[in-house]
């Protein structure tokens, strides 16, 4: 049975949050911020911020993009890393904050079709988990 979530979306708080946490780059002309300020060499910066306990559910959520697309700009082995465990944990274990990623990076189902490298792994938490985005 199809588990279903509403959309979520980042919020401009939660973007300002974490733009003081970090100092952040910020301009209200950019697409995509979560994935314009995503850095590979801040990984552990972010995964820190993340277990803090000091985040909001949308701070966590925007950082979560961020970190993903830190993965995905990397060149660590992911099935070796403990870092990529710890995220692809958290991502299960917080499906209340996270469904909307998880879909977004499985990008869809087909085996056959492969958006990003960190896709297949979010593609087994989504059909192990068995989610479904809806609009809210």
């Given at each position: 049975?199809?588990?279903?979530?509403?959309?979520?979306?980042?919020?401009?708080?939660?973007?300002?949050?974490?733009?003081?946490?970090?100092?952040?780059?910020?301009?209200?002309?950019?697409?995509?911020?979560?994935?314009e300020v995503a850095?590979?060499?801040?990984?552990?910066?972010?995964?820190?911020?993340?277990?803090?306990?000091?985040?909001?559910?949308?701070?966590?959520?925007?950082?979560?993009?961020?970190?993903?697309?830190?993965?995905?700009?990397?060149?660590?082995?992911?099935?070796?890393?403990?870092?990529?465990?710890?995220?692809?944990?958290?991502?299960?274990?917080?499906?209340?904050?996270?469904?909307?990623?998880?879909?977004?990076?499985?990008?869809g189902n087909s085996?056959?079709?492969?958006?990003?490298?960190?896709?297949?792994?979010?593609?087994?938490?989504?059909?192990?988990?068995?989610?479904?985005?809806?609009?809210?």
């Amino acid at each position: 049975m199809l588990k279903t979530y509403p959309q979520r979306y980042i919020t401009a708080s939660a973007i300002y949050a974490l733009v003081q946490r970090f100092n952040l780059p910020y301009d209200p002309f950019m697409q995509d911020w979560e994935y314009e300020v995503a850095d590979p060499n801040r990984i552990d910066e972010f995964i820190d911020a993340y277990l803090s306990n000091e985040l909001n559910e949308d701070e966590k959520f925007a950082l979560m993009e961020t970190i993903l697309q830190s993965f995905e700009e990397s060149t660590k082995i992911l099935d070796s890393d403990q870092q990529w465990s710890t995220i692809l944990q958290l991502l299960e274990d917080n499906l209340d904050i996270h469904a909307t990623t998880i879909c977004y990076w499985a990008c869809g189902n087909s085996a056959y079709t492969l958006c990003w490298r960190i896709t297949p792994y979010l593609r087994k938490i989504k059909r192990r988990n068995h989610l479904k985005i809806v609009p809210k």
